[in-house]
Structure formats: C-alpha cells, structure tokens
C-alpha cells in the first residue's frame, strides 16, 4: 500500500509533536514536518525518528506553499501567541494564510485543530479559542476538506502549566475555576493517535466535527485520583472563583483563560468519549495516565 503523504504544520507544538509521532509509528505516512525553527530539539527528534523536516513562515506564501506542494494531507495546528500586540488578529491571520495554501496547493484533507466560538456565543473573549473558530470558519468558506478537531484540557497541564500548589505539609491545591462543573480531559500525547485514526479514512471523517475527551472529570475527582495515586500527598479542590483564578494567574492571557473555564462551566464542551474510544482505543482515563507517569507528576510537583 503506498505511503499517505501528510504535512503536520506546526510540527513544533505539543500536539504537532504528538501527531508526527503517532504518524510515524503507524508506518502508513510519509510525513513532513513544518517548522519555524529547522535548529530545535523538537526538529532534532523528528529528523531523528525519519521525518523530513522543512522551515516554514506562515507569513510567507511561498514558504507556505513549499511546505504543503505535493502533500495529499495536512494537519494544521495555530497558537497563540499572547506577547503579540493583536493575538486574535495575528492567529487568525496566520491560519487563513495556511488555509489558503491548502487550498492553492490542492491538498486533499485538512484535518485542522479548531475551537469554539467563546465570544460570540456568550460574550466572553477567549482569544486562543476565538481565533481558531474564525479560521475554522474560514475553512468551511473556501470550501476545504476539512475534518475538524476539538481538544479538552490536557492532563499534562495539571501538572504543568496550572500545577497544583502547596498549601501545608503534604497538601496540594487545585487552583481551576471549574466549581462542581465536570471537565474534560485528555493526554496530549494520544491527540496523534486520534488524528492518525481521522486520516486514514477520509471518507469517513471529511466534514465531519470530532470532539475528543478521555474523561470527565470535577476538580476534585481529579484530586481524588492524584491523592490516591501519589499518598501521602493530598490534594484538594481550591475552590477557587473564575474572577480569582484571572488576579491570581495575571499576565496577558489569564482573562481568556478565565473566560475559557467560564465557557466550560456554562456546559458547551460537548466532547465525546464514545467517538474518542473508537478514534483512538487504547485512550487513557486520568487514572492511568497518572498511573503510567507517576514518577513525573512527582518531580513536577517537588514531592518526595
């Protein structure tokens, strides 16, 4: 069987990373990485794990192009950059000038990482999420074939970038706005297993909105699960206010991801585990993914 030809752009990222790997070790894929930077580690391992790498600019159509020219398929995945003077308006504008280069060089599938639209539907500016809906919309505008993906919550960042913090002898604290609200999660690391799944059958999946979720979790289920894991260390739900958690994280992103916790909150995740299982069937719950990196969360977390 011939080899699928996939661009994965932005290859740098969490997620990009994921999904080269995940394409590599199925064997079906011939994969091209698109990165800004050819001199990074994360270059580095790709090149490694018999990825061809390629630096791109997505401000630079024709970088752009020599990215995706001869590509039956691409993953497109867009950040935000939150240093940025306008971070909407410079996603935003990043992604359609990808978008259109799907689109001028024929690309067969588009399997795009999109969000949902938190300002126009509750008022509520979301700017990493926001972004993304527009360039998703966009998509479906120029008439791409396109297969959407919507992601939850890593499990990574709860012991990352919002980790828990101590509060006493022993005690953690987890500082997310959810309330009694469920949330859904997933490892980052399996996001390129699903997308593997997506690309080797198009006719499937073209058009179609994928919204994954390992797990539905409250905030202190999630403690439960670490306390257990990880005694006798204890965690505890914080509690905290969504306005609370914006003055404590300060920095210029910590209102839209306020806003993203209060748009979760309102109940509009909609993620689908049934639909994830079958994407991806040997998708962890947060138990065994915590279970499988225990040692990590630990160093992560300065527990002995």
């Not at 996603?91 to 999109?114: N, P, S, T, W």
Request: one cysteine or more; a neutral charge.
């Amino acid at each position: 069987m011939m080899e699928v030809a996939v661009a994965v752009v932005s290859a740098d990222s969490r997620e990009g990373q994921s999904v080269a790997s995940a394409l590599v070790q199925d064997g079906g894929f011939k994969v091209r990485a698109a990165l800004r930077d050819l001199s990074s580690p994360e270059a580095a391992e790709l090149r490694t794990s018999g990825v061809d790498t390629v630096q791109f600019d997505p401000e630079d159509a024709s970088s752009v192009d020599a990215a995706l020219r001869g590509m039956s398929c691409s993953v497109i995945i867009t950040t935000t950059d939150f240093q940025e003077s306008d971070p909407l308006k410079s996603e935003i504008r990043r992604g359609y000038a990808l978008a259109d280069g799907c689109k001028r060089q024929g690309v067969q599938h588009v399997v795009f990482l999109a969000q949902h639209h938190v300002h126009r539907k509750y008022g509520l500016p979301a700017r990493h999420m926001d972004a993304k809906a527009s360039i998703n919309d966009y998509m479906n505008e120029i008439s791409l074939p396109k297969t959407e993906v919507i992601l939850p919550y890593y499990f990574e960042d709860l012991v990352a970038a919002l980790k828990p913090s101590a509060a006493g002898y022993n005690t953690y604290k987890l500082a997310l706005p959810m309330g009694d609200t469920a949330m859904d999660g997933i490892s980052v690391a399996q996001v390129g297993s699903a997308i593997a799944s997506i690309l080797k059958n198009p006719r499937r999946w073209t058009g179609k909105s994928c919204s994954l979720s390992a797990e539905r979790l409250t905030i202190k289920e999630y403690a439960v699960r670490l306390s257990r894991l990880l005694h006798p260390a204890q965690f505890q739900d914080d509690r905290i206010s969504v306005r609370a958690f914006v003055e404590s994280h300060g920095g210029p992103s910590a209102q839209d991801l306020g806003n993203m916790f209060e748009f979760w909150k309102k109940g509009s995740q909609q993620m689908s585990r049934t639909l994830t299982s079958e994407l991806c069937p040997e998708v962890q719950t947060f138990h065994t993914w915590a279970t499988q990196n225990k040692d990590h969360i630990r160093r992560a977390l300065n527990i002995p």
